[in-house]
């Protein structure tokens, strides 16, 4: 499907460069123009270029670094096109994207089509799929590439797909650690929009309780720009399910049809048919990613998948091959993130490797479901559900049927909630990834609210969870939450809204009792130009952690106190705190968690701004109890999606910065930017450094044709578990003209200076120019030429000429015809790995799209 869809934007793209707007008769273009061309968008750039050449040297090195890693092909065609669609012919919307760039997220490679005719729905392509019904033990929602169709009628809906499956479902289960995160889910490449997080059973929204990193795959329970957010305490559990891709996996098929009858006062009865098989042999393929810099030492380059072989990954700095140990090493916990060791300024990073195959489909296995909802008047519904799921092709077959049934009723001020669940350890559902598990649960609530400003309610779940242990000897659990709360709301502006939940969680399982006592009162206010929100929240715990690698029952009180506020002090003076602190304590032993930040912005007119923020962050020395709660057991009736292969995270990190910056706009000609900044982080998952930099530019536009930019950065970096400081500065001064008559030019130089006692310290100056002449309207040539040279660990120069003659056929197409050398050259003649030379003709078409 991607190289069929590279093929059609290379002529959509060819179309709409040549053709432009439509220019036949006046009616025909009108039609054309309201129903096709102004309902397209085109974005992007793309070169496709024929390629005679000579080259020596490393011819590795070559192929991966030069034209966007296609070097030694004769034929190249990279570069990134985005095409959206809305409502074309009144009824048709699309997405196509394609990109070939390794520093662009591996997801973004998609082609999708939606047509809605009258009662019929299509779609097509990459979509999240799904099938029209209620029934939780038949349930599916998962990311494929294929299509589905539906029909809607007045009574009666119908729902079809066929599809490959792109990602492999997963549950993870992790103890909070007194932080706001990041909390690692181990995997990497989630498919993004596929996760659903749970905090103690409470569903989190992304964007408003959380952010999440796809490619690292981690969960920040906090704003990244602001900070606000809470803590998750080491008595609560994160329950995440997600997608995870399969790059060298095999990928899986799966069918399905669903279908509703609305039999009005009677109900509603919905049937799920649905078939999953297993795909054929895994892949071997290799990935490149490539790192963009500047990259500080001690910067951590997340891989897209964890590979399948760490020492046969390959990590080259420009086009040179690095050592294991000497300039990069592997995050000690996840080998998905490699650390540099050196500064890296000026050249690329590329990174070769296999990644680790993963089955997107686990075992053939089927599932028929059939759900029944009566209507109790206008007042709710009462719900019954069943499946029965069989996994047919492995060492033990296996069957059961699950059931269920949900009750929803509201009579006055009163609603009432309720639900049972009975899964056997042989069902096996379409999401499943784990078998020998079972459970059955209840659920009740109770909910009144007598008036608009006050509410209050209870809730109670109980759970047995069974899974199949060692030995094939039965493992049981128990699980219960009791939670009650009152939220008043009062009249008019006077008086203070507020909530009170208190809540009781209790657990028996492979680990033993548990019980968490939560009390939380949550207040919030608005006077004049403040607003602000309070929290309190207390915990009392008796259940088994660990500390320093001991296991052992122990009491634990968390007190949080969370507090933010806003307040313009003036028109052009704003101030905002967010923080949180949190008290741990156990066995005799306490400490103190935070989250702080305090901001202030000051911006008296449009020329002139400055920003100060100082944010604190530490989770407490006693984050790492891993304090077992019993929340994560039964995985909320999800599927039963099977947890990650990998060690789990649970360390305490610390982070502290300040920043200072400035903007000034002196006239309309001359302006200037300034920053101060300081970072210092450590912990388990972190880089563990301290780095403290300062930075200046300046534009100065001398006669509106031409442009001077001056830019320096220093920073130095010291590394908390290592005698190692790394200091480096660098300096860029570029012209940019482009006066009336026929030249334009641009030329530049940078310098980077290093310092510090690692042996792998480089320095680099380097100079571009390049001078355009326009020939005629469409005809101009232009001369380029670069020069690198690298002094220190690895010495190196590069040298790079291109003269190239440029006709530009249509608005946002060229012909571009040029002659190239390219020459590498090791400047210590011991090495000989990336140093190669190549002189040849370039002949490209070149689209560039803008709207």
């Not at 990109?99 to 999240?128: C, M, V």
């Not at 070769?352 to 029944?372: A, S, W």
Request: charged residues 20%.
């Amino acid at each position: 499907m991607y190289w069929k869809a590279r093929c059609a934007v290379s002529l959509v793209a060819l179309s709409a460069a040549v053709l432009g707007p439509a220019q036949t008769i006046s009616g025909f273009g009108k039609w054309f123009n309201d129903q096709i061309a102004n309902r397209i968008t085109i974005q992007g750039e793309r070169r496709i270029a024929y390629h005679q050449r000579t080259v020596s040297g490393d011819l590795q090195a070559y192929n991966d670094v030069e034209y966007g890693g296609q070097g030694l092909s004769t034929v190249t065609d990279f570069g990134n096109v985005h095409v959206t669609g809305a409502k074309v012919l009144g009824f048709l919307n699309f997405e196509l994207n394609i990109q070939d760039s390794r520093f662009q997220d591996p997801q973004a490679n998609r082609l999708s089509a939606d047509i809605e005719k009258g009662p019929w729905t299509l779609n097509f392509g990459d979509i999240h799929g799904s099938l029209s019904n209620s029934n939780r033990f038949a349930r599916f929602d998962k990311s494929l590439s294929g299509g589905q169709i539906g029909f809607k009628g007045k009574n009666f809906q119908v729902k079809a797909l066929y599809s490959d499956v792109r990602g492999q479902p997963r549950t993870v289960s992790v103890q909070g650690n007194n932080s706001a995160g990041p909390y690692y889910l181990q995997s990497s490449q989630i498919v993004r929009g596929s996760e659903q997080v749970l905090v103690d059973g409470v569903l989190q929204v992304f964007g408003e309780d959380y952010t999440m990193d796809y490619d690292l795959g981690s969960i920040l329970f906090v704003n990244k720009l602001t900070f606000e957010g809470r803590i998750i305490p080491p008595t609560s559990t994160i329950v995440a399910t997600y997608e995870v891709l399969g790059f060298n996996g095999s990928r899986g098929t799966l069918e399905g049809i669903s279908t509703n009858i609305d039999l009005k006062k009677s109900g509603r009865i919905g049937m799920t048919v649905m078939r999953q098989k297993q795909g054929g042999k895994f892949r071997d393929d290799l990935l490149t990613q490539r790192f963009l810099p500047p990259m500080a030492a001690g910067t951590p380059l997340f891989l897209d998948f964890a590979p399948a072989d760490p020492l046969a990954l390959k990590l080259y700095i420009g086009s040179t091959l690095q050592v294991l140990g000497d300039t990069y090493e592997f995050n000690e916990f996840n080998t998905a993130t490699i650390i540099l060791k050196i500064d890296v300024i000026d050249k690329i990073v590329t990174i070769i490797y296999k990644p680790k195959p993963v089955n997107t489909v686990q075992g053939d296995r089927d599932i028929v479901g059939l759900d029944y909802s009566l209507p109790l008047g206008d007042r709710g519904q009462l719900a019954y559900y069943q499946a029965v799921g069989r996994l047919t092709n492995a060492v033990e077959p296996k069957s059961g049927t699950a059931r269920g049934f949900q009750l929803e009723y509201k009579t006055g001020k009163t609603e009432f909630t309720g639900s049972f669940r009975d899964v056997p350890d042989g069902f096996v559902g379409i999401e499943t990834a784990t078998f020998n598990r079972n459970e059955r649960a209840t659920q009740v609530g109770i909910h009144v609210t007598p008036s608009d400003r006050f509410q209050y309610g209870i809730d109670h779940q109980n759970a047995r969870i069974q899974t199949t242990g060692l030995d094939n000897a039965p493992v049981s659990s128990r699980f219960s939450d009791l939670s009650a709360y009152i939220d008043v709301k009062p009249k008019g502006t006077r008086g203070l809204p507020w909530k009170l939940t208190q809540e009781r969680i209790a657990s028996n399982g492979p680990n033993g009792e548990a019980t968490v006592d939560s009390t939380s009162l949550g207040t919030s206010g608005q006077k004049g130009r403040a607003d602000w929100k309070l929290d309190l929240m207390n915990q009392f715990a008796n259940g088994y952690s660990v500390i320093d690698t001991v296991r052992a029952k122990r009491n634990l009180n968390i007190q949080t106190l969370a507090y933010r506020l806003n307040y313009r002090a003036a028109r052009s003076l704003d101030f905002n705190v967010n923080t949180s602190l949190s008290r741990v304590a156990t066995t005799g032993v306490s400490s103190m968690g935070r989250d702080l930040l305090f901001g202030a912005s000051y911006r008296p007119n449009e020329k002139f701004a400055i920003r100060a923020e100082v944010a604190d962050s530490d989770a407490g020395q006693l984050a790492t109890l891993g304090f077992i709660s019993g929340s994560g057991f039964g995985y909320g009736g999800n599927g039963f999606s099977g947890g990650a292969d990998e060690s789990n995270f649970n360390e305490s990190t610390n982070a502290r910065n300040a920043n200072l910056s400035m903007s000034w706009a002196a006239n309309d000609k001359l302006s200037f930017t300034g920053n101060l900044n300081y970072y210092r982080t450590s912990g388990g998952v972190s880089s563990n450094v301290e780095t403290k930099g300062v930075g200046f530019g300046a534009n100065w536009n001398l006669n509106n044709s031409t442009d001077i930019d001056l830019l320096f950065d220093s920073s130095t970096t010291s590394f908390l578990d290592s005698p190692l400081v790394s200091s480096a500065s660098t300096i860029n001064f570029y012209v940019n003209g482009n006066p009336k008559g026929r030249f334009s030019y641009r030329g530049g130089i940078n310098v980077l200076l290093t310092s510090g006692n690692s042996q792998f310290r480089q320095d680099s100056v380097g100079y571009e120019m390049s001078l355009n002449y326009l020939l005629a309207k469409r005809h101009s040539v232009n001369f380029s030429m670069d020069n690198g040279r690298l002094t220190g660990y690895l010495p190196q120069e590069t040298r790079n000429m291109a003269l190239t003659y440029q006709y530009q056929i249509w608005r946002t197409l060229a012909l571009n015809i040029g002659y190239r050398i390219i020459d590498v050259v090791n400047r210590d003649k011991s090495i000989v790995s990336g140093e190669y030379s190549s002189r040849g003709f370039d002949i490209e078409l070149q689209f560039n799209f803008g709207r």
